[in-house]
């Protein structure tokens, strides 16, 4: 039997639960506890529960209370009757865990200790919902266990603050949107019921960060939200899509033509339902966020039963920098010759992957090739150098004609696909990704989703969808000038925790923001050159971009062996010296080797680090740091060297906009 359905009662798991019953009538309340006892959750469950008295919860952290009376509630619409507007709680279970999960991509850590603290309640009407209190956050979702079809008609998740706070707002006009914003600092009491902004964002209460965000997102629309009169957010989700059409002359950009009254259907259900985990990350400082893995831990576990094949690693790209390659004797662009080039480039620098990306096939069909490519002679070329190749389609061209394009794709020998311009996130546009992932696994190939939502727990269950956009990234640099070093040292706050970001560092051409320039063939960075280095050690994602020109990788050989050197995924990580829109250092190790990144804000600044997380024994150390004159050449950089050990302190130089990278090698008795 499922224990989460059927609610066995242990009565070792009682300690954990204290329950204030005054009698029949009144409410029960529920006092739950994290591991640590340091953060409260107080669930309060009227006797009959309706969408005006629906159930509440408080949520109290280091004696801090941080929400107040949060609502949650479902209203499901059962096959041909009415809507259940009223539930009465039956029974109530809990349960401790503490575990060790191992991920099958390890991003942050090869291991993750999960410990938390569980309460199931069971309601009339065939619904459950269950919490869960780590130490680090809280969350809770609904399942029902309708056995005929049903609807959703609405979902109420009212995240009600104790008081005013600042909000990381990345407000947004539509539902159809790619998620690409900026985090608005504005407060609570200043955001309206009509402005509405993607997930994840951040709200921070005194002391503490807390990020709201979902996991285990399947079959059933993402979750937005919206302001309201009072120190709430509320969730807001894109109704069912009945009718959408493609603009006219575009392979991409949809209209959505009629909505239904309801957010998701089930046709079928003979199995319980889970919902998505509603999810409150907590934080009393930064560096916390920057470790934090609920969205991995509340997602469904690995459905792919030998996920052995699945590589991370670094990718070649041709679109950022427009297949501007030169120094050649032919002429440079979507051609076989030129992605050769690229795979030359890889293989020399032990790059595990070329992207060809937009023109690669004649859009509108991901069968009909365009005459300057022989894709297959550009995989062939790729596996006589160890390279393989990922093919870019249009999620709507895509769809026409899935299975038989993965068949193609992997008949012609290649390794994944990059999904592009879904824009939405309505429950037939979450099935859509689901069945892209299973698709491709099956097919042994791997996934990048551009265009699109945030990570909720899709990558855990199938570990081929190795990153995906859904953030403001480099690629902004082509057309506008806000991707400031304030914006990204934001983003691992907030959209780092909920997953992999598809960021596409590793610029070559570097400004600092009074020399930039927009420049969409031959784009920059307004950071410096460290600062690009620095993102492939802070910035996770394992499938990572180089986005610039393999002509100017190739130009600055010191600058891309370094850079090719930084592993995708990391078996520990330890943060150093962390805080949000100012400065990151983060320390992490692979195998035996440790890495270290900084990325810094407009000011210039310096840090001491304790190498005190290293093993004994002495460590070759190399290090790529702004140049002297990096302030005013932003691409000025110095290579150092010199042996250390973990008694020794280090000291990290930063120019304005600057960065700092490190690679710590053992040194073995017979080196020295």
Known sequence: MNKYLFFIFSAVNYALLAIVLSDNVQAKTFELASPDQQTQLLIKVPKILTQETPLTYTVNYYDQKIADNAKAWLTIRPDNRAAIKRYQLITSDTQTV?????????????????????????????LSLTFRVYNNGIAYRFSSLQKTPFTVLKEVANFNFAKDAQVFFPQEQSFISHNERLYQQTTLSEITQAQFASLPLMVAANNVKVVLT?????????????????????????????KSKLKANSDRNEVITERADFIAQYPESKVVKHFPWRIMVLANNDKALLTNQLSYLLAEPNRIVNPDWIKPGKVAWDWWNANNIYGVDFISGINTQTYKYFIDFAAKYNIEYILLDEGWYQLGDVLKVSPDIDVKEIIRYGKSKNVDVILWVIWETLAQKLTRALDTYK????????????????????????????????????????????????????????????????EHNKWADYITT?????????????????????????KQPKNFSIAFNRPMSQTTRAHQVAMYVIYESPL???????????????????????????????????????????????GNNWF????????????????????????????????????KYASDYQIKRRIVNRDDTITINLAPNGGWAARLTPISKEQK
């Open 596 to 631: 270290i990144g900084a990325m810094n804000n407009d000011i210039a600044k310096s840090f001491s680090a304790k190498l005190s997380f290293l093993s004994d024994g002495e460590y070759q150390l190399v290090t790529f740091e702004d140049g002297v004159n990096a302030d």
């Open 214 to 242: 979902e996991s285990a997102l399947q079959d059933y629309p993402g979750m937005w939200l919206s302001g309201s009169d009072t120190y709430s957010l509320n969730a807001k989700f894109p109704h069912y899509v009945v």
């Open 544 to 590: 990572q971009m180089l986005a610039d020109s393999p002509s100017n990788y190739l130009a600055e050989d010191q600058t891309t062996r370094f850079i090719s050197a930084i592993p995708t995924v990391w078996d520990d990580t330890n943060i150093l010296f962390a805080k949000m829109a100012e400065h990151i250092v983060s320390a992490r190790r692979s």
């Open 411 to 474: 008949t012609w020998g290649a390794a994944g696909i990059k999904v592009d311009f879904m824009q939405r996130d309505d429950q037939s546009m979450v099935q859509y990704y689901w069945r892209v992932a299973e698709q491709a696994a099956k097919r042994h190939l791997l996934v990048d989703f551009h265009g699109s939502y945030k990570p909720a727990g899709l990558r855990r269950t199938y570990p081929n969808v190795l990153t995906r956009e859904g953030l403001r990234g480099l």
């Open 486 to 510: 304030k914006h990204n040292l934001t983003l691992p706050f907030i959209r780092m925790v909920a997953g992999p970001m598809d960021y596409t560092p590793g610029a070559m051409v570097n």
């Open 98 to 126: 503490d575990r060790v999960i191992t991920p099958v991509v390890k991003q942050k850590t090869a291991k993750i200790h999960e410990q938390f603290n569980e309460l199931s309640l069971a309601f009339s009407q065939q």
